[in-house]
């Protein structure tokens, strides 16, 4: 039972460099997640799906963009990565419903700029 | 912007002592949940507490939602090196799964 599924798990690219990170998971859930974890700073979401084909902003989404063409998968894209955008990335998934969205998460995604 | 605020965001402490981490916040949500962390690894849920002034206990672990479903606080009685790592508060309003900036403790044999 694999989960949740993030891929690369380490990265490192120059200033400017564009770059995909790539989110799978196999529980058949409707929510999907990109938050980036810095230190202090707890986890803060980037962007989030509430199903195939739709995407949302979250707290910080400047610099980022998302989609979800399959139920299963979310990509989080860089354009142009800059320096602050070193961090580790982690994403999630749940099922749908606000009481009780109980989130699955990947191993994370390390990711330097330099 | 519904925010969740934690304190304290460090905890530093002997194996056999009891410890509380705050999660506040100026909104009303209608569940909180605390997750934990290890190094290298995402989150695990631990916990979702649903009903105004609900406390749910796992283990050592006791976890109490405010009456007015504002605050949420996590009690360890006891603590052990194991209980070592990042505690996080989350909520979903409208499915927007925000957190908190995190507690991290650490339990000293």
């Known amino acids: 039972n694999a989960g949740v599924t993030q891929t690369p798990k380490f990265r490192v690219l120059k200033t400017g460099q564009s770059m995909t990170l790539l989110c799978a998971q196999d529980m058949n859930h409707e929510y999907m997640y990109w938050y980036r974890q810095d230190p202090g700073m707890g986890l803060r979401l980037i962007h989030y799906s509430v199903g195939e084909g739709t995407t949302a902003k979250g707290e910080v989404p400047d610099g980022y963009n998302v989609s979800r063409l399959k139920k299963q998968n979310f990509l989080l894209g860089l354009e142009s990565a800059a320096p602050s955008q070193t961090s580790v990335y982690f994403c999630a998934s749940s099922y749908a419903g606000a009481k009780k969205t109980e989130a699955f998460f990947g191993q994370g995604t390390r990711l330097t700029v330099v | 912007t519904q925010l969740l605020e934690q304190s304290p965001q460090f905890l530093s402490i002997q194996e056999g002592e009891n410890l509380t981490v705050y999660c506040n916040s100026s909104?009303?949500?209608?569940?909180l949940q605390w997750y934990r962390q290890e190094p290298g690894e995402g989150p695990v849920l631990l916990v979702t507490?649903?009903?105004?002034?609900e406390v749910k206990k796992l283990k050592r672990l006791t976890f109490q939602f405010g009456d007015a479903r504002k605050d949420s606080s996590l009690h360890i009685t006891a603590a052990q090196p194991g209980d070592t790592g990042l505690y996080l508060c989350a909520g979903a309003p409208g499915g927007k799964l925000i957190f908190g900036q995190g507690t991290e403790l650490s339990v000293k044999p």
């Open positions: 909104s009303v949500f209608s569940s």
């Open positions: 507490v649903v009903t105004g002034g």
